[in-house]
């Protein structure tokens, strides 16, 4: 495991942008009143934040990464379950990508989706449970 790709994830807010509400944030290894509250109201028993911006970690082009996303939503449509829009930023700024938190997705899906577009990580959320980093 790289430690430095770990410290990077866990300074990070992944924020959850529900239609007409206030966006909703997780933070690995915290719980989140929000973001449970959030599940319960979509009826969904997992929430997994994913990306298809910079693959394997490696920075790319804004153009190939919002062709990337664009790809994304494609995959995630195709699994018909219900996804939200998120980002991701770094604590310090320097960085920030764009995703989806998809909905009812099971860790197995979320390995498989985000193997599809060379993610190393995807965060699980799981209501009542601190937010998790599930390594593909």
Do not use: I, K
Request: charged share 20%; aromatic share 6%; hydrophobic share 50%.
């Amino acid at each position: 495991m790289d430690q430095d790709l770990l410290r990077a994830y866990r300074a990070t807010a992944y924020l959850a942008f529900p239609p007409g509400g206030a966006p909703v944030e997780a933070r690995l290894d915290r719980a989140s009143p929000a973001l449970d509250a959030l599940l319960a109201a979509r009826g969904a028993l997992s929430g997994v934040f994913v990306t298809a911006w910079n693959p394997m970690s490696r920075l790319r082009p804004e153009a190939e990464n919002r062709a990337a996303h664009a790809r994304l939503e494609v995959a995630v449509a195709a699994l018909r379950l219900p996804a939200l829009p998120h980002a991701g930023r770094a604590d310090d700024g320097g960085w920030a990508e764009e995703g989806l938190l998809v909905l009812g997705l099971d860790p197995g899906g979320a390995r498989d989706l985000a193997g599809r577009f060379a993610q190393r990580a995807v965060v699980l959320c799981l209501p009542g449970l601190p937010a998790a980093l599930l390594w593909t």
